[in-house]
């Protein structure tokens, strides 16, 4: 009898143990993310741009408001606030926001979601200030400028380079910008723009996915006639490759349209990317910055890949009803989560301003690699407070 209560006892030790193990450690990092990006908050001029990435000595480089990544310094403020309800908090985010305002009249590009939904979106989430839905719905009347009734589809960029003379070019990227016109078109704004997203998923589900549930980065479309010219690449390895930012960004870009739409051909899509992502990951679960990069495994990584997949994993297994499912999108992110959170990718104890190290903007043409990246630092910290309130409610 007392062997059995001692075997008990032991069995219930190490099955704690291994739980310690297992856990991200959430709150920590979350409080260093808190002290850092105090620190910068305080420190900088909004004026003088957004953080994009670092310096050699670990400092923000700036961009102005314009850049494609302003709205992601915002964002992290507003999750930090999320975590700590402090009030400095809620002004450094409140301060940043209003530095990228500009942007909601922005039709230039599909990159007014990202501006203004990571930062006036979470603003409007978390203090529901009627002066940010306003901005909110000014900048989905801008992006749905860029639908096309043909393609189904908003038009990613209207830049054409030489190489690629693209006519309507759509990013698997522009997948996250959908949540725009899908919030606005069902909060108050017009109708048509929710259509407008959830016609765009569709499109992208029908030409982005290969049969292989891998993804073309670009696809271009004749905007005449609607009809699919080819798929390319732009920031991947090649044509044929799949470029592991962009998996990310459709893995997480489908299961918010499942969110925000309850569509089952979204979650069924999504459930593609998400088993094509993991099944090619490697052991430490983040990715090359291409799962087809030619010299794996001397190429480099991409934590912005894997902290975008993350987020959007935890989502996903949100959704998802069948048990197996669930544990196995959860298990990927925690894993993945485990990995960002030690001292190989954290910054922790090596004086930079951002969170993530080794990340990569676009290899092939040789900027941003193996560096920070602020995209990387939002979804990371967006990831650990849904990981920490899915953990609470286990
Ligand atoms: N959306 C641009 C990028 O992922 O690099």
């Known amino acids: 009898m007392k062997k059995s209560i001692l075997l008990l006892v032991l069995m219930l030790f190490s099955l704690l143990g291994c739980q310690q193990q297992t856990d991200v450690p959430a709150n920590d990092v979350l409080r260093y993310a808190f002290e850092t990006y105090s620190r910068t908050a305080k420190a900088l001029n909004p004026a003088d741009g957004l953080p994009r990435t670092t310096d050699a000595d670990g400092h923000w480089i700036v961009k102005p408001a314009r850049d494609w990544t ?50 006036f979106g979470n603003g409007y989430r978390l203090t529901k200030n009627e002066d940010y839905k306003a901005v909110i719905l000014k900048a989905a009347s801008s992006l749905a400028t860029r639908f096309n009734d043909n393609v189904g589809a908003t038009r990613s960029w209207d830049w054409i380079p030489d190489s690629a003379p693209w006519t309507f070019p759509v990013i698997i990227d522009n997948m996250m910008n959908l949540e725009l016109l899908l919030w606005a078109g069902a909060h108050g704004g017009d109708s048509t723009w929710y259509d407008m997203g959830l016609s765009h998923a569709h499109t992208a589900m029908k030409n982005h996915i290969r049969a292989d549930n891998s993804t073309f980065h670009v696809v271009d479309f004749n905007p005449e006639t609607g009809e699919r010219v080819r798929g390319l690449t732009w920031q991947g390895y090649a044509d044929s490759s799949c470029w592991a930012r962009g998996q990310a960004w459709g893995l997480y870009g489908f299961t918010m349209v499942y969110r925000e739409t309850q569509d089952t051909l979204c979650l069924h899509a999504v459930e593609r990317l998400a088993d094509y992502y993991i099944s090619h990951l490697p052991a430490d679960y983040v990715p090359y910055w291409d799962f087809q990069a030619p010299d794996i495994p001397n190429e480099p990584r991409d934590a912005s890949a894997a902290a975008i997949a993350a987020s959007g994993l935890l989502e996903l297994s949100r959704h998802e009803l069948q048990p197996e499912k669930k544990q196995r999108y959860f298990q990927a992110a925690e894993n993945t989560l485990k990995t960002l959170c030690s001292s190989k990718y954290l910054t922790k104890g090596k004086q930079n301003d951002a969170l993530l190290l ?18 990387a630092d939002y979804y990371f910290v967006e990831a650990l407070v849904r990981y920490r309130a899915m953990k609470q409610q286990q």
């Open 70 to 119: 302003s709205g992601f310094y915002p964002g992290v403020l507003w999750y930090l606030f999320e975590f700590s309800g402090d009030p400095n908090m809620k002004q450094y985010a409140e301060n940043w926001t209003a530095a990228v305002e500009g942007q909601k009249d922005a039709t230039y590009g599909h990159d007014v979601g990202f501006q203004i939904f990571c930062s």
């Open 358 to 375: 080794h990340c990569v903007g676009h290899r092939l043409a040789g900027t941003e690699v193996d560096v920070p990246l602020i995209y």
